[in-house]
């Protein structure tokens, strides 16, 4: 499915969170034990596509975060449950004014090319990411509204914000917040986008070796040793090696999986699920993805979507549930609202709260004066087809979007609505879309914070300025509570505030949200310990092989 990382290849947008309590629905999160670990040995990854910039202060792709987690550490490190521990920062300290964040780092981490991890080392990592020559395409406005950073001891420091941003922490977390060896950063600044050796940081891997378009090759960091608590290895990586080869198509993963040419393979086909379950040899790792579900975002900014009733009345028209269980084999499930259920601050509320019934979306068409057919029988109004565009690029929709946008197309075609599916390339679809001109386009977007919603949802949120407002939505109710979550700091007043965003989401028909997205890993018997992290991220420092 299209999600937050072929959105940004077309558009810049941002993400962030505060410790909350997330709503997982995990199945088997961890490969198999398989008994104690077993130090060496070479442990294969097989993914979709390769990175398309190796440096995380550059790229906004999703592949860039997974992998190179593998290389670059974090200050803190979220957990499961949405909230925070040390990782590179032993302590920190919030000012009652949410604007200053003060720093312990741990004292003995080095990088490894030998460089000590300090608070100048913090410093020049994050003027690298907002520098201008960087060309952040997603770290300098995950950073949110970073003012500067005060070095106050050797391993101490504070870094000043322009305004609270209770989400600062979850940025922290994440692998585009990581740290690049400033030997790196002042010899190689050119050279960190290339990957390879100058992708130097203080992870549990090395950067080896890069064929390009095909496979990357990572080298334990014997030195390492200092995981977060949670981690259920606390020294150096098992596996020697660590080998990730990029297999586009989804036939040839499954192939390389149930073969044995690969250990693990990301992405399994959802029609292939139930096969694979019974292979002998072969687990699934499943972890329903958070973030914002993959959902069809309807054009309040012009007509028809304008009205709340014409709103209402495509979703009605919509049977969600039967088409995500056709496409997807039963595998995933229909959504209810903008967030996945394992987002930390995720509204049980909308919930049931809505149905497929194309009776009353007949009605509410009838109520806007759509009462006439046409030769094709789609309905009209003072001689005008009631007709629709859905924008997408065709180079980022795998197959089964297309196949559920056209079961959608079918669906509304039955109340009289023509659905036209507008293919475009990237270079055409980005000048478009952030004109406006458009009924709808769909997406999801990854992450592990209900933040995010100020991404997709606030109005100050548009495309054309960066954001990812595909509903065009200019709410100041939803304004208002979001502004007020990213500024407090209490989590039960932003899941409070988040909940009612959800709601009113739901109650005004902003969007039509279609499916919960699932990552599932295949993982051959020989491979154990691999995990996901909070993103539903695979996670290889605990894992381990068979001789």
Not at 133 to 149: F, V
Not at 196 to 205: A, D, E, L, M
Not at 356 to 385: C, F, I, N, S, V
Not at 463 to 473: E, F, K, Q, V
Request: hydrophobic share 35%; with cysteine.
């Amino acid at each position: 499915m299209p999600t937050r990382r072929s959105f940004l290849l077309l558009s810049a947008g941002s993400l962030a969170a505060v410790g909350l309590t997330a709503c997982s629905s995990t199945s088997g999160g961890t490969s198999g034990s398989g008994g104690a670990p077993r130090d060496g040995g070479t442990l294969t990854f097989s993914t979709d596509v390769e990175p398309d910039v190796y440096d995380p202060h550059v790229s906004p792709a999703d592949i860039v975060g997974v992998l190179l987690r593998n290389v670059f550490d974090s200050l803190v490190a979220q957990r499961s449950d949405g909230t925070f521990e040390p990782w590179l920062a032993k302590e920190w300290e919030v000012s009652k004014d949410g604007k200053a964040y003060s720093f312990r780092l741990r004292e003995d981490v080095t990088f490894t090319d030998g460089t000590p991890f300090d608070a100048e080392a913090v410093k020049a990592n994050f003027e690298h990411v907002v520098a201008p020559a960087t060309k952040s395409q997603y770290a300098a406005t995950l950073i949110g509204p970073y003012d500067r950073t005060e070095v106050t001891g050797a391993h101490s420091l504070t870094v000043h914000l322009r305004k609270p941003y209770a989400s600062f922490l979850h940025a922290l977390s994440t692998t585009y917040l990581g740290f690049h060896s400033p030997k790196a950063l002042r010899e190689h600044p050119g050279e960190l986008a290339a990957g390879g050796r100058y992708s130097v940081g203080t992870g549990p891997f090395t950067f080896t070796s890069r064929v390009k378009g095909q496979k990357l090759v990572f080298t334990r960091n014997g030195a390492y040793a200092w995981t977060p608590e949670s981690a259920e290895n606390q020294g150096p990586a098992h596996i020697r090696q660590l080998v990730v080869t990029f297999l586009p198509e989804n036939a040839t993963r499954v192939g390389a999986v149930t073969s044995g040419q690969t250990d693990v393979a990301d992405f399994l086909p959802a029609n292939r699920i139930a096969t694979l379950k019974k292979q002998p040899g072969l687990s699934v790792l499943s972890h329903d993805s958070p973030g914002v579900v993959y959902q069809y975002f309807l054009n309040t900014g012009r007509a028809p979507f304008d009205e709340r009733d014409a709103r209402l009345a495509v979703r009605a028209a919509v049977d969600t549930e039967a088409i995500t269980k056709a496409v997807f084999a039963g595998q995933y499930r229909r959504a209810w609202g903008p967030l996945s259920p394992s987002t930390p601050a995720y509204a049980k509320s909308p919930e049931d709260s809505w149905s497929y019934d194309p009776d009353r979306a007949g009605e509410l068409l009838d109520g806007l004066g759509w009462t006439g057919r046409d030769a094709d029988g789609y309905r009209t109004k003072g001689g005008k087809r009631f007709s629709l565009t859905l924008l997408y690029v065709p180079a980022y929709t795998k197959a089964e979007r297309r196949t559920f946008d056209t079961a959608v197309q079918d669906a509304l075609k039955k109340v009289g609505v023509e659905l036209k599916l507008n293919p475009l390339d990237a270079g055409s679809y980005t000048p478009v879309r952030n004109r406006g001109e458009y009924d709808i386009i769909a997406f999801a977007w990854g992450g592990s914070d209900p933040d995010l919603l100020r991404t997709v949802f606030h109005s100050k949120s548009q495309l054309a300025d960066g954001g990812a407002n595909g509903s065009r939505l200019h709410d100041a109710t939803i304004d208002g509570w979001l502004d007020e979550a990213g500024a407090t700091s209490d989590p039960a007043r932003r899941t409070e505030l988040y909940g009612k965003v959800q709601q009113r989401i739901v109650a005004q028909a902003y969007t039509v949200p279609a499916f919960v997205g699932t990552r599932q890993l295949g993982v051959r018997q020989r491979a154990h310990g691999v995990t996901f992290d909070a993103s539903a991220w695979p996670l290889f420092q605990g894992a381990w092989v068979d001789a």
